[in-house]
């Protein structure tokens, strides 16, 4: 409810007049896409942010973009604290607490240490990206420092949102633009809680240095997909002329690794995703619906998530009843919520391309593409969005809210509903595969 007004509120001070360059009033449904994409910090848009909005408009979006970022990571990370500590309660005296790491208790303190974390990255940021776009290419001082801003908030909320109309491929060869935005975007996407136990890490001199299992699989994922998306960006587009083609050595491997991080959710883009092969397209997309770390402000079902249904593979090719990783048993009750998670977002992803595919003569790849970045909120387009008609732009805003939010209630509703049966029916097993 709290994102769902927060997408109202925006789209009605997007409707006023002095939120556009023009003299006319934005249209309801362009107001109502560009504040869901914003809220949700999705990145889509259907008309340039730059030439389009004023600068009041311009403000409302990085507003919008702050609040449902820094929304986004506390709400999931209280949700993770709360439904941790009741299973961690119940489940104490078999396993031991792995929840253990803030009390119920310290809320506040978990939601200021949220906003101490973002004002950090977006700070840092926004001085490095201004000292470039003033220094180097000779912005004005107020200008790069609105520039360095606004990219600042969009990289580390993995917004995608650019007042470039052709986003970074104008600073595709920059890496002083392009890396700390990466970084950035890492950094978002990882989430507080491996924040949080990444600074304990530093503190505990001489003591035993533990990290959760979620963090083992949150850093150790989001380092695997990052190889796997930059080997695939340079091997299908290292000889595309209309993306790395021309390109040098240097810079096509500050593109490849550029553009293997924007999937993760961000949705910046120094490359054309409109003249990238079918091939890469597909590769994003499946980097895309994983998304980032939960609790972060990164989209998709998540790297953990995707980590449990490798480890239930793995587990069951080698004929073992239970699965276990990183000296730990993950239960039943995590294993059927990864699964849930999965198979909800696969079909809303499945039952929005179907419905483009009926109204728009668009081809699956760029359909399933944008459908794809509206649920796991990236942002990353093959620039068909703003031709979508008004119901096909509704579809992707449906995705766009129940992507920023579903997982997360999801997860935690599945979590906190947990009861026991007074009875079992007799086993059957029925012909699988």
């Given at each position: 409810m709290a994102f769902a007004a927060l997408i109202l509120l925006g789209t009605g001070l997007l409707s006023l007049p002095f939120a556009v360059e023009s003299d006319e009033r934005a249209?309801?449904?362009?107001?109502?896409?560009?504040?869901?994409?914003?809220?949700s910090v999705t990145g889509l848009a259907v008309e340039d942010t730059s030439s389009y909005w004023s600068l009041p408009g311009e403000v409302t979006i990085l507003l919008l973009i702050q609040v449902g970022g820094f929304g986004v990571m506390a709400l999931a990370t209280v949700l993770a604290?709360?439904?941790?500590?009741?299973?961690?309660?119940?489940?104490?005296?078999?396993?031991g607490s792995e929840a253990k790491g803030v009390s119920l208790g310290e809320v506040r303190q978990l939601v200021l240490g949220v906003l101490y974390v973002t004002l950090l990255f977006e700070g840092a940021l926004s001085v490095m990206l201004t000292l470039r776009w003033w220094l180097t290419y000779d912005l004005p001082f107020a200008k790069a420092l609105y520039t360095g801003v606004f990219h600042a908030?969009?990289?580390?909320?993995?917004?995608?949102?650019?007042?470039y109309a052709d986003s970074m491929e104008g600073f595709a060869a920059d890496p002083w633009i392009t890396l700390p935005i990466a970084v950035a975007v890492i950094a978002g996407g990882l989430g507080f809680p491996v924040w949080v136990e990444l600074w304990r890490f530093t503190r505990r001199r001489g003591e035993s240095r533990h990290w959760s299992l979620h963090a083992k699989i949150t850093v150790v994922m989001t380092a695997v997909l990052l190889a796997v998306g930059f080997v695939a960006f340079l091997a299908l587009e290292w000889n595309n002329p209309a993306t790395m083609g021309g390109m040098s050595l240097r810079e096509r491997l500050l593109t490849g690794f550029f553009q293997a991080v924007m999937p993760r959710t961000a949705g910046f883009n120094s490359l054309d995703f409109g003249e990238m092969n079918t091939q890469t397209l597909l590769v994003t997309d499946l980097l895309m619906f994983i998304g980032g770390g939960s609790a972060g402000t990164a989209g998709g079902i998540k790297v953990t998530t995707f980590a449990i249904l490798l480890l239930v593979v793995y587990a069951n090719v080698r004929g073992e009843p239970t699965i276990h990783v990183a000296g730990r048993r993950l239960g039943h009750t995590t294993v059927a919520q990864a699964t849930t998670v999965t198979t909800l977002a696969m079909g809303a992803v499945l039952a929005a391309t179907l419905t483009l595919m009926v109204i728009t003569p668009f081809t699956l790849d760029r359909i399933l593409f944008e459908t794809v970045s509206a649920f796991a909120t990236v942002g990353l387009s093959t620039g068909i969005t703003a031709d979508l008609p008004p119901l096909g732009q509704g579809v992707l805003v449906f995705l766009m809210f129940i992507g920023r939010i579903g997982p997360i209630t999801l997860a935690s509703a599945l979590a906190l509903r947990r009861r026991g049966r007074a009875y079992e029916l007799p086993e059957a097993r029925p012909i699988v595969g």
């Open positions: 249209p309801f449904m362009t107001a109502l896409f560009t504040a869901a994409s914003a809220a604290l709360v439904t941790g500590r009741r299973l961690g309660l119940r489940m104490t005296v078999y396993t908030v969009s990289a580390f909320n993995n917004a995608g949102f650019s007042l």
